[in-house]
């Protein structure tokens, strides 16, 4: 089994590494944790955080270290990468559909506690007959929409109607539902909340139609980094998913107005033109710096501005102190979209003290089958 982080033999300054390079600030980042964890347990609420934001093994420790009773995933690959390296309780917050994925979701059940998303009773089928095949029992959630319009089963009736008729399949195990009130989040303070709680009531009145119908509902999921104290004290809800809460990134930042979470992570480039006075060019491009929901930033470099990312390319506007950037020069770049971005490195250097003194494997890259 691969290490998912190795100790650096000495440690380094961050001007001895190659770039581009993926940086995680360790005291940032478990400030994150600490400071989400004590809030949910201030407000008497659980996280099962998401994967697929950070897609790093070291950082999951760390969220179950502080009380995180599950990790979820958004893809099959993912929960597997992880039951590989000891985690359990994962759940996959998201239709598996085809034979494949069913064959490998019922062994994955065979030795670990694996919840699943469905809305559709087809597809229960074929998963409850792989877990009979693989001699397993498969969770699952009835997932519902509240709004997003994606996936999910209408909520109310038809969700119930749903989660009775799935959960009558031997090899599956009814434990609840799970919604995500996406649409809100980049709504104001004061729309949010109100299509927050409008969206999240959908959920929990499902949740509520489901026991009065019989049906044992131990898990009401929803929410995320967006919206994640509407979703913590909305009455009925179980269990959180956030995730990009533990790196921040300016989407949510700054685009989704959650300022309780500080920048953990960055990525490192070198300057390697300087073609005019007003005009820099690093070595991250498309393929360092994810351009899904508009461009990263300079970290402490507020004259400089990231005008464009061609394919190995960063096209920087430079003015005042930033002209006196030079051939060589070393920049970090807060990451616009944070899990596009990690999710285009093979490893990352987690620093402290502004030297790097871990390397890390990024766990889930590439695992979205």
């Avoid at 390079?21 to 008497?44: P, W, Y």
């Avoid at 270290?65 to 099959?76: D, E, R, S, V």
């Avoid at 030795?111 to 792989?130: K, P, R």
């Avoid at 300022?259 to 006075?277: K, N, Q």
């Amino acid at each position: 089994m691969t290490p998912s982080a190795t100790p650096l033999p000495v440690p380094l300054p961050l001007e001895h590494l190659d770039t581009p390079a993926v940086l995680i600030d360790l005291d940032v980042l478990e400030g994150n944790l600490l400071r989400m964890a004590t809030a949910l347990s201030q407000m008497g609420s659980a996280i099962r955080p998401h994967f697929k934001s950070h897609r790093f093994a070291e950082i999951c420790r760390r969220q179950v270290a502080l009380g995180a009773h599950g990790i979820t995933c958004a893809k099959l690959g993912e929960a597997e990468a992880l039951a590989e390296l000891g985690f359990d309780h994962l759940l996959v917050a998201n239709e598996v559909v085809g034979p494949v994925k069913w064959q490998r979701l019922a062994q994955l059940a065979r030795h670990h506690d694996v919840l699943v998303g469905i809305d559709c009773f087809e597809v229960a089928e074929a998963t409850a007959a792989a877990a009979r095949e693989a001699g397993s029992e498969i969770g699952f959630l009835t997932d519902v929409n509240i709004g997003m319009d994606r996936c999910g089963v209408a909520p109310g009736q038809t969700a119930v109607e749903l989660a009775a008729r799935c959960s009558e399949l031997r090899g599956l195990r009814f434990q609840g539902v799970m919604g995500y009130e996406g649409q809100v989040v980049m709504l104001s303070t004061a729309e949010k909340v109100a299509a927050g709680r409008e969206a999240l009531s959908k959920l929990t009145d499902t949740a509520d139609r489901c026991r009065a119908a019989g049906l044992p509902v131990r898990i009401v999921s929803a929410g995320g980094t967006g919206c994640w104290d509407i979703t913590a004290t909305q009455p009925g809800i179980t269990e959180l998913q956030c995730g990009t809460y533990s790196l921040m990134d300016l989407l949510f930042r700054e685009g989704a107005g959650v300022h309780d979470f500080d920048y953990a992570c960055t990525v490192l480039g070198t300057v390697i033109s300087r073609p005019h006075t007003d005009r820099a060019v690093t070595d991250v491009g498309k393929k360092g710096l994810h351009p899904s929901f508009g461009m990263s930033r300079p970290l402490d470099l507020p004259e400089a501005e990231l005008l464009a990312l061609n394919s190995e390319h960063g096209i920087l506007k430079v003015e005042g102190e930033a002209r006196r950037l030079k051939v060589g020069d070393m920049i970090r770049f807060i990451p616009s979209y944070l899990e596009g971005t990690i999710n285009l490195y093979d490893r990352a250097f987690a620093i402290r003290n502004g030297v790097a003194i871990e390397e890390w494997n990024v766990t889930g890259r590439g695992r979205s089958q």
